[in-house]
């Protein structure tokens, strides 16, 4: 059974940096892109970031793009995302998610297996 686990969110100030990890097992880490989704209160759950089995290819969220960086450690199975000069509208739950197959994707219909969130809230 596949299990995601993110740890790293908190309060910042706006500005700030946060880096987020998430540790995946069940299945072999290495074969499958994951991403990064966020959803904020009241809204839809929303593409963030995601990146390649490998870790050769990224794509972003172009409301996160330059400050957030996605990477990946597939001898620890873990996904990173670092994110830097945070603003309050960053304030949400960040997801971790694995997908079906190593190819980068922003559509959350791509990812089968979610990880249970971590808050981020980032104070004006």
């Known amino acids: 059974q596949v299990q995601l686990v993110e740890s790293g969110g908190g309060l910042v100030q706006a500005g700030g940096s946060l880096k987020l990890s998430c540790v995946a097992s069940?299945?072999?880490?290495?074969?499958?892109?994951m991403g990064w989704f966020r959803q904020a209160p009241g809204k839809e759950r929303e593409f963030v970031a995601t990146?390649?089995?490998?870790?050769?290819?990224?794509y972003y969220a172009d409301s996160v793009k330059g400050r957030f960086t996605v990477s990946r450690d597939n001898a620890k199975n873990t996904v990173y995302l670092q994110m830097n000069s945070l603003k309050p509208e960053d304030t949400a739950v960040y997801y971790c998610?694995?997908?079906?197959?190593?190819?980068?994707?922003?559509?959350?219909?791509?990812?089968?297996?979610w990880g249970q969130g971590a808050q981020v809230t980032v104070s004006s």
């Open positions: 998610s694995q997908g079906r197959d190593g190819a980068t994707s922003a559509s959350d219909k791509a990812y089968n297996y």
């Open positions: 069940g299945r072999t880490f290495s074969k499958y892109a």
């Open positions: 990146i390649n089995w490998i870790g050769s290819a990224t």
